[in-house]
């Protein structure tokens, strides 16, 4: 029994000894560790902001030009000469095509002769129906002779204005004869060069196509779940409807950082086919 009780005295003094030993090595490192502590990090405040967050989508679109017009020729005749560089910036009324117009001129004086027969009958005409006239008040010609110059009269007043109207026609195709740029716009290639022959009417030649620059379309096809998400939320009030014109777009080229060009929704067109259910814009 001794003995058991002298281990078990001498184990609990060992113990003993060395937790005094560790608290003291703890103490003395906790005392070399505050000597040399960093002081306190800075940290910065910010106050928290409360705002609505704008949900984007991406979609990969086409860039059309607002405007794309075909050319062609409103008379017929052989291309003289082409007036502009192919790909060259054009302004509205720039003449980019010259057609052959001595005929057309030919027809112009042709008209203008007639025209000016046309006034001399008229106004022979006139003087014959006003001296009729006071000679039938004197009876001496009959009423019926006086009718038949007044309508002859009237008829040649008549033909003036027939003439007048083929004057302008004719004038109207020599003016033709050089086909302008109806918009502003970049001209492209020309599809008829000079010396060749073309038509007018439903059988017109294509000369060139002239896009207008200023301002253009992005058209995108977005998936249906994302039309039935924004008509809902249109609904509630959300988001502007693309109705009103007032939904935002942002666009950026391939080689662009960002989106730095803006735009609204114009339209939105639902098409469905045997594989998705998709919307234009």
Request: with cysteine; aromatic share 6%; net charge negative.
């Amino acid at each position: 029994m001794k003995a058991s009780l002298s281990v078990g005295t001498h184990r609990a003094l060992a113990f003993g000894a060395a937790s005094a030993l560790a608290i003291a090595v703890l103490a003395g490192c906790s005392g070399q560790a505050s000597e040399g502590a960093p002081p306190p990090p800075q940290v910065g405040v910010a106050a928290v902001a409360i705002k609505p967050v704008r949900q984007w989508d991406e979609y990969s679109g086409r860039i059309e030009a607002v405007e794309s017009v075909e050319l062609r020729p409103r008379v017929s005749g052989y291309i003289e000469q082409v007036n502009y560089r192919e790909g060259q910036e054009v302004k509205k009324g720039d003449v980019l095509f010259t057609i052959d117009a001595r005929s057309y001129r030919a027809d112009l004086a042709r008209a203008q002769a007639e025209l000016a027969r046309a006034r001399t009958q008229a106004e022979l005409g006139r003087s014959e129906a006003e001296r009729a006239r006071r000679l039938s008040e004197q009876q001496v010609i009959s009423a019926e002779t006086w009718e038949q110059r007044r309508a002859a009269a009237e008829q040649a007043r008549a033909d003036v204005a027939a003439a007048q109207a083929a004057v302008d026609a004719a004038r109207l195709a020599v003016e033709w004869t050089q086909v302008r740029a109806p918009i502003d716009g970049r001209a492209g290639r020309a599809l008829v060069t000079a010396g060749n022959l073309v038509g007018a009417g439903d059988a017109a030649s294509v000369l060139t196509t002239v896009v207008s620059l200023d301002r253009v379309h992005v058209h995108f096809d977005a998936d249906e779940r994302s039309f039935l998400r924004y008509a809902e939320m249109a609904r509630n009030g959300q988001r502007p409807s693309e109705r009103d014109g007032q939904v935002p777009v942002q666009v950026a080229l391939a080689d662009e950082t960002g989106f730095p060009h803006e735009g609204t929704v114009d339209f939105l067109v639902e098409r469905l086919s045997s594989n998705a259910d998709y919307m234009m814009a």
